[in-house]
């Protein structure tokens, strides 16, 4: 029997790039997004369609874009926030777009500079364009601040259930929970991704869960439990939404990958050649704090991964120090 399929979705050069002020050179990019489809990432969310002025990270997403599509085998997803920046993806080719929804006005408006109303009917439109010219572009409603939010606090179920109805009628695809404010707890985890599921059926997407208090593995846990089979993640755990105060560090893709192989979750995914990927991040970003514990321990003695590989690289042979506990 076949090892369960997870697919992680690396959002690192989006989500992680657009949250720090250092620019990380194209080149340097260009390189970061080969190695980790080397690594056997099948989909990269490679950056975002916004304005330069307000993220130059993002200044060279058409080069980007056209480098990540060069790549045989990888699904090239990127983020827009509202019409324009969905006919420059849609024009430039990319497989997905995803669109940022939020949950509470406050946070809308903060993000997007538009109600959540707005927002609902800037996702028609986009719908409508889709339809018309680019019908082989999936479109993902990311629901934002699912869980909580840090602008104005405490979200409820039917809050984000109503968001995500809202999303299904306008026609989008998939329909993903992202815990912006790094709110959300295993129990809230299960409960709302089994409630997805139950109202908006196979439109019910991934997840995106941030790290901020320590809860982000836990999470994922709780995801896999009820059938989640696609998780956000960001190499090193750079990122946070920057319209999110607090709302600091992804899952690390490392720790991720560990994490499902050891469950028996099959990612595709070479733990080691994602490690030696920090390497570009550490040379082109040197003061960006690079986050994550696999890097470090390396991968257990005799592990396997869930399909039957081996480990790329050695594995160690014991305590380090001589000492064990």
Known sequence: MSAPRILISEVGPRDGLQSIKNVMPTAAKLSWISALAAAG???????????????????????????????????????????????????????????????TNEHSI??????????????RNVIALRNEHFPDVQIEAGVSVAFGCTIAGTVTDDQTMRMCLAMAECGVD??????????????????LFRRLRSEVGQRAGGA????????????????????????????????????????????????????????GYDTGVDIDKLIAAREILAEALPREPLYGHVQDAGLPKGFTYANGRMPSAPQPEGCLLGVAQ
């Open 41 to 103: 990432l099948k989909e990269i969310e490679v950056g975002s369609f916004v304005p330069p002025k307000l993220l130059p990270q993002m200044a060279d997403i058409r080069e980007v874009v056209l480098h990540a599509l060069s790549i045989p085998g990888l699904h090239v997803a990127v983020l827009a926030p509202n019409l324009r920046g969905c006919q420059g993806a849609f024009e430039a080719g990319v497989h997905k777009v995803t669109l940022p929804v939020s949950v």
């Open 110 to 123: 903060a993000n997007v500079r538009k109600t959540t109303a707005q927002m609902i009917e800037e996702v």
């Open 174 to 191: 998939e329909i993903g929970l992202s815990d912006t404010s790094g709110y959300a707890n295993p129990a809230q985890v299960r409960r």
């Open 208 to 263: 995106h869960f941030h790290n901020t208090r320590g809860q982000g593995l836990a999470n994922v846990i709780a995801a896999l439990d009820v059938g989640v089979t696609t998780i956000d993640s960001s190499q090193a755990g750079l990122g946070g939404c920057p319209y999110a105060p607090g709302a600091t560090g992804n899952i690390v893709t490392e720790d991720l990958a560990f994490l499902l192989e050891a469950m």
